[in-house]
T-cell receptor, first 113, second 113 residues
Framework: KAGVTQTPRYLIKTRGQQVTLSCSPI?????VSWYQQTPGQGLQFLFE???????NKGNFPGRFSGRQFSNSRSEMNVSTLELGDSALYLC????????????FGPGTRLTVL | DQQVKQNSPSLSVQEGRISILNCDYT??????FLWYKKYPAEGPTFLIS?????DKNEDGRFTVFLNKSAKHLSLHIVPSQPGDSAVYFC????????????FGKGTHLIIQP
Protein backbone atom coordinates (compact mmCIF):
# COMPACT_ATOMS: atom_id res chain seq x y z
CA LYS A 1 0.00 0.00 0.00
CA ALA A 2 1.44 3.39 -0.94
CA GLY A 3 2.16 5.78 1.90
CA VAL A 4 1.23 9.40 2.34
CA THR A 5 2.53 11.55 -0.49
CA GLN A 6 3.17 15.27 -0.43
CA THR A 7 3.95 17.67 -3.26
CA PRO A 8 6.05 19.57 -3.82
CA ARG A 9 8.92 18.38 -1.62
CA TYR A 10 10.71 21.71 -1.68
CA LEU A 11 9.46 25.23 -2.28
CA ILE A 12 11.01 28.68 -2.16
CA LYS A 13 8.80 31.75 -1.93
CA THR A 14 9.21 35.41 -1.03
CA ARG A 15 7.49 37.39 1.68
CA GLY A 16 3.95 38.40 0.83
CA GLN A 17 3.35 35.58 -1.61
CA GLN A 18 0.93 32.74 -1.06
CA VAL A 19 1.57 29.01 -1.33
CA THR A 20 -0.48 25.83 -1.72
CA LEU A 21 0.76 22.44 -0.58
CA SER A 22 -0.82 19.13 -1.50
CA CYS A 23 -1.24 15.84 0.37
CA SER A 24 -2.59 12.47 -0.77
CA PRO A 25 -3.42 10.15 2.14
CA ILE A 26 -2.93 6.41 2.32
CA UNK A 27 -5.57 4.67 0.21
CA UNK A 28 -8.71 4.19 2.27
CA UNK A 29 -7.75 6.83 4.83
CA UNK A 30 -10.27 9.64 5.05
CA UNK A 31 -8.74 11.82 7.76
CA VAL A 32 -5.88 14.19 6.95
CA SER A 33 -4.01 16.35 9.46
CA TRP A 34 -1.39 19.01 8.86
CA TYR A 35 1.54 19.87 11.10
CA GLN A 36 4.29 22.50 11.03
CA GLN A 37 7.80 21.67 12.20
CA THR A 38 10.27 24.42 13.05
CA PRO A 39 13.52 24.25 15.05
CA GLY A 40 12.14 26.55 17.74
CA GLN A 41 8.58 25.30 18.19
CA GLY A 42 8.94 21.66 17.16
CA LEU A 43 5.99 19.85 15.62
CA GLN A 44 2.74 21.75 15.96
CA PHE A 45 -0.77 20.75 14.89
CA LEU A 46 -2.37 22.99 12.25
CA PHE A 47 -5.72 21.37 11.43
CA GLU A 48 -7.50 18.13 10.61
CA UNK A 49 -9.95 17.38 7.81
CA UNK A 50 -12.43 14.55 7.52
CA UNK A 51 -15.18 14.14 4.95
CA UNK A 52 -14.25 17.50 3.42
CA UNK A 53 -14.86 19.27 6.75
CA UNK A 54 -12.36 20.84 9.10
CA UNK A 55 -12.73 19.09 12.45
CA ASN A 56 -10.05 20.65 14.55
CA LYS A 57 -7.71 23.60 14.34
CA GLY A 58 -4.51 24.39 16.16
CA ASN A 59 -3.34 27.78 17.34
CA PHE A 60 -2.36 29.34 14.02
CA PRO A 61 -3.47 32.60 12.37
CA GLY A 62 -6.14 32.71 9.70
CA ARG A 63 -3.47 32.98 7.00
CA PHE A 64 -3.22 29.21 7.31
CA SER A 65 -6.14 27.41 5.72
CA GLY A 66 -6.90 24.13 4.10
CA ARG A 67 -9.47 22.05 2.35
CA GLN A 68 -10.21 18.44 1.56
CA PHE A 69 -11.61 16.99 -1.63
CA SER A 70 -14.09 14.16 -2.08
CA ASN A 71 -11.21 11.73 -2.83
CA SER A 72 -9.71 12.65 0.60
CA ARG A 73 -6.77 14.54 -0.93
CA SER A 74 -6.05 17.71 0.99
CA GLU A 75 -4.45 21.04 0.26
CA MET A 76 -3.03 23.56 2.67
CA ASN A 77 -2.72 27.24 1.80
CA VAL A 78 -0.66 29.94 3.45
CA SER A 79 -1.34 33.52 2.37
CA THR A 80 0.82 36.63 2.85
CA LEU A 81 3.90 34.59 3.67
CA GLU A 82 6.19 35.71 6.47
CA LEU A 83 9.81 34.75 7.11
CA GLY A 84 8.67 32.79 10.16
CA ASP A 85 6.55 30.52 7.97
CA SER A 86 9.73 28.80 6.79
CA ALA A 87 9.29 25.26 8.04
CA LEU A 88 8.74 21.63 7.19
CA TYR A 89 5.02 21.07 6.62
CA LEU A 90 3.92 17.53 7.33
CA CYS A 91 0.73 15.80 6.41
CA UNK A 92 -0.56 12.77 8.30
CA UNK A 93 -3.41 10.42 7.50
CA UNK A 94 -5.52 7.91 9.39
CA UNK A 95 -8.58 5.92 8.50
CA UNK A 96 -10.99 8.07 10.54
CA UNK A 97 -10.60 10.63 13.32
CA UNK A 98 -11.26 7.90 15.88
CA UNK A 99 -8.34 5.81 14.62
CA UNK A 100 -5.46 6.06 17.06
CA UNK A 101 -2.39 6.09 14.83
CA UNK A 102 -1.50 8.72 12.25
CA UNK A 103 0.97 8.05 9.45
CA PHE A 104 3.11 10.86 8.12
CA GLY A 105 4.24 11.84 4.67
CA PRO A 106 7.79 13.04 3.88
CA GLY A 107 6.86 16.71 4.21
CA THR A 108 7.23 19.86 2.13
CA ARG A 109 10.18 22.06 3.00
CA LEU A 110 9.04 25.71 2.56
CA THR A 111 11.62 28.47 2.57
CA VAL A 112 10.43 32.08 2.65
CA LEU A 113 12.98 34.70 1.59
CA ASP B 1 3.13 25.98 27.90
CA GLN B 2 4.70 22.73 26.78
CA GLN B 3 2.34 19.86 27.57
CA VAL B 4 4.70 17.13 26.36
CA LYS B 5 8.33 17.38 27.36
CA GLN B 6 11.38 15.43 26.31
CA ASN B 7 14.06 16.82 28.57
CA SER B 8 17.03 15.17 26.91
CA PRO B 9 17.82 16.80 23.55
CA SER B 10 20.32 14.04 22.82
CA LEU B 11 21.35 10.62 24.06
CA SER B 12 24.38 8.55 23.15
CA VAL B 13 24.27 4.75 23.62
CA GLN B 14 26.67 2.00 22.69
CA GLU B 15 25.53 -0.52 20.09
CA GLY B 16 23.98 -3.57 21.70
CA ARG B 17 23.06 -1.79 24.93
CA ILE B 18 19.64 -0.54 26.02
CA SER B 19 18.43 2.89 24.94
CA ILE B 20 15.90 4.57 27.23
CA LEU B 21 14.11 7.67 26.01
CA ASN B 22 11.93 9.59 28.43
CA CYS B 23 8.87 11.76 28.06
CA ASP B 24 6.78 13.70 30.60
CA TYR B 25 3.36 15.22 30.11
CA THR B 26 1.18 17.61 32.07
CA UNK B 27 -2.30 17.20 30.58
CA UNK B 28 -4.23 14.45 32.37
CA UNK B 29 -6.76 14.38 29.48
CA UNK B 30 -4.27 12.69 27.17
CA UNK B 31 -5.50 9.15 26.57
CA UNK B 32 -3.15 7.78 23.96
CA PHE B 33 0.59 8.10 23.50
CA LEU B 34 2.78 7.41 20.50
CA TRP B 35 6.46 7.31 19.66
CA TYR B 36 7.73 8.35 16.26
CA LYS B 37 11.21 8.10 14.77
CA LYS B 38 12.46 10.68 12.31
CA TYR B 39 15.40 10.76 9.96
CA PRO B 40 16.54 14.04 8.39
CA ALA B 41 14.51 15.10 5.35
CA GLU B 42 11.85 12.46 6.03
CA GLY B 43 8.50 12.48 7.81
CA PRO B 44 8.11 10.84 11.23
CA THR B 45 7.69 7.07 11.15
CA PHE B 46 5.32 5.47 13.65
CA LEU B 47 7.08 3.11 16.07
CA ILE B 48 4.84 2.08 18.91
CA SER B 49 1.93 3.38 20.95
CA UNK B 50 0.15 2.81 24.24
CA UNK B 51 -3.31 3.51 25.53
CA UNK B 52 -3.69 5.22 28.89
CA UNK B 53 -5.45 2.11 30.24
CA UNK B 54 -2.26 0.08 29.90
CA ASP B 55 1.14 0.40 31.52
CA LYS B 56 3.27 -1.49 29.00
CA ASN B 57 3.28 -2.33 25.32
CA GLU B 58 5.93 -4.34 23.56
CA ASP B 59 6.77 -4.76 19.87
CA GLY B 60 9.98 -6.57 19.05
CA ARG B 61 12.94 -4.55 20.30
CA PHE B 62 10.69 -1.66 21.35
CA THR B 63 8.82 -1.41 24.64
CA VAL B 64 6.88 1.58 25.90
CA PHE B 65 6.11 2.01 29.59
CA LEU B 66 3.47 4.37 30.94
CA ASN B 67 3.31 5.63 34.53
CA LYS B 68 0.05 7.58 34.73
CA SER B 69 0.50 8.71 38.31
CA ALA B 70 3.85 10.27 37.44
CA LYS B 71 2.63 11.41 33.99
CA HIS B 72 5.71 9.80 32.53
CA LEU B 73 6.40 7.42 29.69
CA SER B 74 9.54 5.86 28.38
CA LEU B 75 10.66 4.02 25.27
CA HIS B 76 13.13 1.17 25.66
CA ILE B 77 15.10 -0.14 22.68
CA VAL B 78 16.93 -3.42 23.26
CA PRO B 79 19.41 -4.12 21.80
CA SER B 80 20.27 -0.79 20.21
CA GLN B 81 21.41 -0.94 16.61
CA PRO B 82 23.18 1.62 14.38
CA GLY B 83 20.00 2.10 12.32
CA ASP B 84 18.24 3.31 15.46
CA SER B 85 20.19 6.57 15.29
CA ALA B 86 17.49 9.19 14.64
CA VAL B 87 15.36 11.78 16.40
CA TYR B 88 12.59 10.24 18.52
CA PHE B 89 9.39 12.14 19.21
CA CYS B 90 6.92 11.43 21.94
CA UNK B 91 3.33 12.43 21.06
CA UNK B 92 0.09 12.50 22.97
CA UNK B 93 -3.54 12.59 21.89
CA UNK B 94 -6.43 14.26 23.71
CA UNK B 95 -9.53 12.46 24.90
CA UNK B 96 -11.87 11.09 22.22
CA UNK B 97 -9.37 11.38 19.39
CA UNK B 98 -10.75 14.78 18.48
CA UNK B 99 -7.54 16.71 18.85
CA UNK B 100 -4.36 16.72 16.88
CA UNK B 101 -1.26 15.17 18.34
CA UNK B 102 0.82 17.17 20.79
CA PHE B 103 4.51 16.49 20.30
CA GLY B 104 7.60 16.78 22.45
CA LYS B 105 10.65 18.54 21.03
CA GLY B 106 12.41 15.25 20.34
CA THR B 107 15.49 13.37 21.53
CA HIS B 108 18.37 12.76 19.14
CA LEU B 109 19.54 9.18 19.75
CA ILE B 110 23.07 8.37 18.64
CA ILE B 111 24.13 4.73 18.61
CA GLN B 112 27.89 4.40 18.84
CA PRO B 113 29.68 1.33 17.43
Amino acid sequence: KAGVTQTPRYLIKTRGQQVTLSCSPISGHRSVSWYQQTPGQGLQFLFEYFSETQRNKGNFPGRFSGRQFSNSRSEMNVSTLELGDSALYLCASRATPSTDTQYFGPGTRLTVL
Amino acid sequence: DQQVKQNSPSLSVQEGRISILNCDYTNSMFDYFLWYKKYPAEGPTFLISISSIKDKNEDGRFTVFLNKSAKHLSLHIVPSQPGDSAVYFCAARGGGGADGLTFGKGTHLIIQP
